[in-house]
């Protein structure tokens, strides 16, 4: 069963952006607040990864702040929170803090010795394997030549002497140049059996660990009148339309790639495909009718409904705050 980490969650703002960095924090946020953002981390070694990124996750505005406003996260100036936490620590809980990370460096440096040791095994007992199976063969094939030559002597003596009975077999001592090689050939085969070696780190006996979170040793959740608490994000005038979709359940994305502000999903979008381009629009816009119409036909192609929504003010035909949607689409498509 999953953890549910501790309420507020920190959403650490970094260069404008908005990031969840526990992956407990991340799937309970999915699971609970049907909140999605996107993955944007990478491997320094593979940088072109086009789908299988990893954390840290990625929030949008809308879903900082509407986390924010129904109490369930809280904004920190990331940066901040690091030096005024590492400067709070005491120095006993700082280098107890590196020793963790040292073990944790040391712990991984075995583990992938271990496998390279086991690949390095593996990889020379498959090569005594072919070197014995060709070992075979040739023995085998010389047995059997050796067996077609003492057959052919045998007629040929047979022949020779006007009798049916096989000649004897060779008996002499093999030559010296014979001896020898058999001897240089046991030699190396008696040298060439695998031996259990130890790998040495090129560069030391641990590896660098870079934590994915800052608690511990700082605290996951800074006090709400801490300085590194910052104030609700700034969201952009489509919110309101946001805040409504969500909160009919729908689970909301980036719709750069359909060319509109989200995609509206009925579900999480691991099962299901999303139902709405969705544009927000303030109550008194003037909308271009070949936008609406690009929008209708685009939406319809990609079997999806084109949705546009806004908050209606108090003098429209909805209560001041409410939210009215529209959705165009393209029956005879």
Not at 28 to 51: A, D, F, K, S, W
Not at 162 to 188: F, K, R, V, W
Not at 307 to 313: E, F, P, T
Request: net charge negative; aromatic share 6%.
């Amino acid at each position: 069963m999953e953890s549910d980490p501790p309420l507020p969650v920190p959403i650490s703002y970094i260069a404008g952006s908005y990031f969840l960095f526990s992956i407990d924090a991340v799937t309970y946020l999915r699971r609970e607040h049907h909140i999605c953002g996107v993955l944007t981390g990478t491997l320094p070694q593979i940088p072109q990864q086009n789908v299988f990124l990893g954390l840290p996750l990625k929030l949008m505005p809308e879903e900082a702040r509407l986390l924010v406003d129904n109490g369930v996260a809280c904004i920190v100036d990331e940066v901040k929170a690091q030096r005024e936490g590492m400067r709070a620590l005491r120095e006993a809980d700082r280098q107890k803090y590196r020793r963790e990370l040292e073990s944790q460096g040391a712990h991984a440096m075995r583990l992938q010795t271990n496998r390279k040791e086991q690949q390095r095994e593996e990889a020379l007992k498959r090569v005594e394997a072919k070197k014995t199976a060709a070992k075979k063969k040739a023995a085998a094939a010389a047995a059997a030549a050796a067996a077609a030559a003492a057959v052919g002597e045998g007629e040929d003596n047979s022949a020779a002497t006007g009798s049916d009975e096989p000649a004897a077999p060779d008996t002499a001592p093999a030559p010296a140049e014979d001896t020898l090689m058999a001897a240089t050939t046991t030699s190396i085969t008696s040298t060439s059996t695998p031996t259990t070696t130890t790998t040495t780190a090129p560069y030391g006996t641990t590896m660098g660990i870079t934590p994915a979170t800052s608690h511990p040793p700082l605290p996951y959740t800074p006090s709400p009148s801490s300085s590194t608490v910052l104030p609700p994000p700034t969201v952009p005038p489509s919110y309101p339309l946001f805040a409504h979709l969500h909160a009919e359940g729908y689970y909301l994305s980036p719709g750069l790639r359909f060319g509109c502000q989200y995609l509206a999903y009925p579900g999480d979008p691991l099962r299901f495909h999303s139902h709405f381009l969705v544009v927000g629009a303030d109550w008194d816009e003037e909308l271009d009718l070949m936008a609406v119409v690009a929008g209708g036909r685009l939406g319809t192609g990609v079997k999806k409904g084109f949705l546009i929504g806004g908050a209606a003010d108090e003098s429209g035909l909805g209560d001041a705050g409410s939210v009215r949607t529209f959705s165009v689409e393209w029956a005879g498509m």
